[in-house]
């Protein structure tokens, strides 16, 4: 089984910075990625990075603001969200994928965190 687990959420003004970090546990996981969810709205899947980090996902909301980068010596995975917005605001979740390197496919995402807040205020 693999646990993750989420740090760096918090209140930010707009324009602000926030960088999210997520530890794995438990046995090697492959792709990783990040989500979240607003109140009242779908997961939105925001960004993933592939096992060798040569490939990255973001969704176009995002783009040129959030990058997502990873360390799998110590086994986390990172995203640096700049000029944040408050359409930003959500629960952001980390997710693994146990089996393959890279996905841009939600429901391959078997391992999820608890989440964590980013409330971004106008």
């Known amino acids: 089984q693999v646990q993750l687990v989420e740090s760096g959420g918090g209140l930010v003004q707009a324009g602000g910075s926030l960088r999210l970090s997520c530890v794995a546990s438990g046995r090697t996981v492959y792709a990783m990625g990040w989500f979240r969810q607003a109140p009242g709205k779908e997961r939105e899947f925001v960004s993933a990075?592939?096992?060798?980090?040569?490939?990255?996902y973001y969704v176009d909301s995002v783009k040129g603001r959030f990058t997502i980068s990873r360390d799998n010596t110590n086994n986390k995975v990172y995203l640096q969200m700049n000029s944040l917005k408050p359409e930003d605001t959500a629960v952001y979740y980390c997710?693994?994928?146990?089996?393959?390197?890279?996905?841009?496919?939600?429901?391959?995402?078997?391992?999820w965190g608890q989440g964590t807040q980013v409330t971004v205020s106008s």
């Open positions: 990075i592939s096992w060798s980090g040569s490939m990255r």
């Open positions: 997710a693994a994928d146990g089996t393959r390197f890279y996905s841009t496919r939600p429901n391959d995402y078997d391992f």
